[in-house]
């Protein structure tokens, strides 16, 4: 039996898978001679649209760049409100601040997003214009349906993070193809991650994708002529190439192993004081969390499996409300939220786990003892 440590991420078995790939995918835009916005970012672009199901991908250098590119992009103006989740990476809210967005914040429900009754109040009370950005928090789908609806109705644009989601949909409508757009990170642990950073706006509007490409590279509309204050936010040739000859065709297949080790878990974990993601939860299985009943239990599990030399991690420890950098503000409360984040634990799930791995970390968590 393999004895080794699991770990959270497997970078060493993803360079052995991905080697040769990726040192073509290197030498091809060695050899060309061009590293900045050309064929690679073009085609994998392409490529991304086509398999994500989106008419256009920007190509951005990082997730929280194309989280700010894609807010600016469909009209975020400062001054303007938005609306997020406080459960989410500090990306999602530091990029509505860099846009020169007032952020409000509505909790979540027991899966980790966004309550729509709880936006819904949010935007009974708000004033002026607001643009709702939600997260596909651990891979999970958010109600896109819902939030558009609320839309309509309070006349707000949806913007999506999914940073943790690339190829994820609400039934058979990918993210950002019926919203204005999505935004993704390529960061190297995500589910289509680089040998670096990266990220991209996914969407299906074409006026949104024109000005993002503007935004992306200094606000020039034409070589020279420059439209707006834009930012330097290219994904570098060397990037896309790798992306798209190396991580890309491996991709589906990587999508659905994270199903598996899902399912897997799902069904061999058997505990009532822990509480596994919803039955028939619609999900890219970025990350699988697990929540106990309080902050001891997640930190008893935690250390339970440490000993196991099983790696876990906690999605996130910290509220963004409760983030020192957001000191100035006042949010509000957030009680489910804050009780999610006190009690989230997130269980090993990359793509070259295989089944015994799985089974020991479900062997593991069966087996935990603890007092209360
Ligand atoms: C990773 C992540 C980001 C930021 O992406 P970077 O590429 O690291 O800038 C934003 N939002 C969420 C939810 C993330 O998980």
Request: proline fraction near 4%.
């Amino acid at each position: 039996m393999n004895t080794d440590p699991i770990k959270a991420n497997d970078f060493d078995a993803q360079w052995l898978d991905i080697e040769s790939d990726a040192l073509a995918a290197i030498r091809r835009v060695g050899e060309s001679g061009w590293y900045i916005l050309g064929r690679e970012v073009d085609e994998f672009e392409r490529a991304l649209a086509l398999l994500h199901g989106v008419d256009h991908v920007v190509g951005c250098a990082s997730g929280l760049d194309a989280i700010e590119i894609g807010l600016r992009a469909s009209g975020v103006a400062p001054g303007d409100r938005v609306l997020t989740t406080p459960l989410t990476a500090f990306a999602t809210a530091l990029a509505a601040l860099r846009a020169g967005a007032d952020l409000v914040f509505a909790d979540v429900d027991e899966q980790g997003l966004l309550d729509l009754g709880e936006v819904e109040s949010v935007l009974e009370a708000a004033t002026g214009p607001t643009t709702i950005l939600p997260v596909h928090l651990y891979g999970h789908a958010a109600d896109i349906d819902g939030l558009l609806a609320l839309g309509q109705k309070y006349g707000c644009v949806v913007l999506e993070d999914a940073a943790q989601a690339v190829c994820g949909a609400q039934g058979s409508r990918p993210f950002g193809s019926v919203s204005v757009g999505a935004a993704t990170s390529f960061y190297p642990t995500k589910n289509l991650g680089a040998l670096g950073d990266g990220g991209a706006l996914l969407t299906s509007d074409e006026r949104v994708a024109r000005k993002a490409r503007e935004l992306r590279d200094y606000g020039q509309s034409d070589k020279y002529l420059h439209t707006s204050l834009g930012l330097n936010s290219r994904l570098d040739e060397i990037h896309a190439a790798v992306l798209r000859s190396a991580m890309l065709p491996r991709l589906p297949r990587a999508l659905s192993r994270r199903a598996e080790i899902a399912a897997r878990y799902q069904a061999g974990i058997e505990r009532t004081d822990l509480r596994l993601p919803a039955a028939g939860l619609e999900s890219s299985w970025h990350l699988f969390p697990v929540f106990a009943n309080h902050s001891d239990g997640r930190e008893s599990l935690r250390e339970h499996l440490a000993a196991c030399e099983i790696a876990t991690a906690v999605h996130y420890p910290t509220l963004v409300t409760d983030q020192p950098a957001l000191a100035e503000f006042e949010f509000g409360e957030f009680p489910v939220a804050a009780r999610l984040a006190s009690t989230e634990l997130s269980l090993p799930i990359h793509p070259y786990l295989d089944d015994a791995d799985v089974d020991r970390v479900i062997d593991a968590v069966n087996g935990w003892r603890h007092d209360r």
